[in-house]
């Protein structure tokens, strides 16, 4: 799968899906420290060890590159950015029972604006599996001869035996 480049420069600096999210009872904010441990919980038991890996970094990142969304005292979705790579977006995930609620675009235009502010030009999504989501939402493009991209040589099994 190839990766996807985003023009950040092009987004409006709109945040009216904050609002729209706290509508529905959901928090779209970044995680505070006492947080850290239960996000990556959440985020590997949902979703993946690699992904709660790249949370953590971006969990530790200064300021924080990612960003959660709460519903009552629980997490239902996150996102995150500069976990990987520098300028690369994510993962972003969102919990089943959630979706198609417009928690994930949240999220998604919540890191964007962010790395907007930080300065970055451009934002590039690694090895992506829906192209038309980020094509539709944000208007991204495939870059060509990116895949298997930055991904390529990344260590699977770390054990010797196997």
Request: one cysteine or more; aromatic letters at 10%; charged letters at 25%.
């Amino acid at each position: 799968m190839a990766d996807m480049l985003i023009k950040l420069y092009d987004l409006d600096d709109d945040r009216r899906f904050i609002a729209q999210q706290k509508e529905r009872g959901i928090s779209v904010r970044k995680p505070i420290g006492p947080e850290k441990h239960m996000i990556i919980d959440w985020v590997s038991k949902q979703f993946s060890p690699g992904w709660a890996a790249e949370t953590d970094v971006a969990t530790a990142n200064t300021p924080r590159s990612c960003f959660v969304a709460v519903k009552a005292t629980r997490f239902i979705g996150f996102a995150c950015y500069d976990a990987t790579a520098l300028g690369y977006f994510g993962p972003i995930g969102v919990e089943k029972s959630e979706r198609g609620k417009g928690t994930g675009q949240a999220l998604l235009m919540a890191c964007l604006l962010d790395m907007q502010l930080k300065g970055y030009g451009y934002a590039i999504v690694g090895d992506v599996k829906n192209p038309a989501y980020y094509q539709k939402i944000v208007g991204a493009i495939e870059i060509p001869d990116s895949s298997p991209g930055i991904y390529k040589n990344r260590v699977k099994n770390a054990d010797p035996a196997v």
